[in-house]
């Protein structure tokens, strides 16, 4: 048998020994824009608008798990602008944004009565 009738064989060979070695490297990414949607999030003036901006650059469990103030949100959103490139929204929009969050992500109350308490401090 001629060289030329083994080498679709071949190439199918190395091309299994490659997707192999390929899932050997490593567990997939913990996350996927696929993993969440835009109806998942809570219903409300805002949820479209901040959605497309928070997951235009990371996923959105990212924002949901923060739990700030509107103050700190608007903070952390000019940050994003000014360290990160975000574009700068201002006015109706971002008080659209910021409103959303702060009703949909406020701080998370505390765990125990009295607040957080390091276990690491003397008593």
């Given amino acids: 048998m001629r060289w030329f009738y083994w080498l679709p064989m ?3 060979a190395a091309s299994a020994s490659s997707a192999s070695a390929q899932t050997q490297q490593g567990p997939a990414p913990a996350f996927t824009p696929k993993d969440e949607r835009m109806e998942d999030l809570p219903e409300g003036p805002g949820r479209d608008e901040t959605f497309g901006l928070c997951t235009a650059c990371h996923g959105y469990r990212l924002v949901s ?9 608007d903070e952390t959103m000019t940050w994003m ?3 990160h490139g975000m574009p700068d929204i201002q006015g ?3 008080d659209l944004i910021l409103n959303y969050l702060a009703t949909h992500h406020p701080p998370k109350a505390p765990a125990r009565a009295g607040g957080f308490r390091n276990p690491f401090a003397p008593q």
């Avoid at 923060?66 to 949100?73: A, C, I, S, V, Y």
Wanted: charged residues 40%; proline residues 0%.
């Fill in 92 to 94: 109706a929009d971002r």
């Fill in 10 to 12: 071949l190439a199918l």
């Fill in 65 to 73: 798990n923060q739990g700030l103030t509107r103050d700190k949100w």
């Fill in 81 to 83: 602008t000014e360290r």
